[in-house]
């Protein structure tokens, strides 16, 4: 024995060496993920207009089989969302007459998986229609005091370019901002038929959701053609249907 370790001695070191090496490259992937995926969702929760933070928190572990219509439905979501992951574009819509079904719940489990995920790296935005009208309303109260009149409609453009440019748009309870009269249905504000007029043309190749309480035809009414027939799937299973699913609440 010289001291000169063997070549067997030598060998051994370096793959143990080699080892660690290899974990802690792994291991800063890990954290990279896991960094990204806060980026990515802290993004989401800035470009998003909402009532609720929360909404951007779901995910499809908590969704409750409650019917075979739901499970299915959360089945197709699911699917979905692993579409958008893989760039497919097209547009879905979650419909039910009633409240209650679950329509929102999926649409956000469905952003929030496709936001989280480093590796598919796309812009989501949940906008709340209620929110855009807040946004008007507020821009003509301040039009007409005159009073912080370029903030707000600041606001207002800013989201219109957002929902125009991310990977995927969320527009929940499209039309409700519209009132509803007399059991008719009454036309949107003008201002917000423009402003979804232009993010629809915008999103021609990008895929958009929408859940609505109302039919195609009757959004149709509320808003222009040309805006319903650019955000409504062309395709009859991008159409999840709610309204054979029991209202969660009464449960
Ligand atoms: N299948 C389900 N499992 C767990 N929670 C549900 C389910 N369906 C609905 N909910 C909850 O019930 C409430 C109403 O659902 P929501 O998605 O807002 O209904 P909709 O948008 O159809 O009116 C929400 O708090 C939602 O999280
Ligand atoms: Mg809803």
């Not at 960094?35 to 009532?51: C, E, F, G, H, V």
């Not at 821009?139 to 991310?166: C, I, M, P, S």
């Amino acid at each position: 024995m010289d001291g000169t370790p063997t070549w067997e001695a030598r060998r051994e070191r370096h793959k143990v060496k080699r080892d660690v090496a290899t974990r802690h490259l792994k291991q800063d992937q890990y954290w990279t993920q896991i960094y990204l995926a806060k980026k990515q969702q802290k993004q989401t929760k800035r470009l998003s207009l909402i009532n609720n933070p929360n909404v951007l928190l779901h995910t499809f572990t908590e969704v409750v089989p409650v019917s075979k219509e739901m499970a299915d439905l959360k089945k197709r979501a699911e699917q979905v969302a692993a579409a958008y992951k893989n760039n497919n574009n097209k547009n879905l819509v979650l419909y039910s007459k009633q409240s209650g079904n679950g329509k929102t719940l999926l649409a956000s489990c469905i952003l929030a998986e496709v936001g989280k995920s480093p590796a598919s790296a796309k812009t989501c935005m949940f906008v709340s229609t209620t929110q855009i009208k807040n946004l008007v309303n507020k821009k003509f109260d301040n039009t007409a005091r005159q009073d912080d009149l370029y903030g707000v409609g600041d606001e207002l453009d800013e989201f219109e370019r957002n929902a125009g440019k991310v990977d995927l748009l969320v527009l929940d309870d499209l039309g409700t901002e519209s009132s509803l009269k007399n059991g008719g249905v009454s036309s949107a504000n003008q201002t917000i038929s423009e402003k979804l007029f232009n993010i629809a043309e915008k999103r021609e190749f990008k895929p958009t959701i929408i859940t609505t309480n109302y039919t195609g035809d009757e959004l149709k009414k509320i808003y222009n053609n040309k805006i319903i027939d650019r955000l409504m799937p062309t395709n009859a299973a991008q159409v999840l249907n709610f309204e054979d699913v029991p209202s969660y609440r009464k449960n």
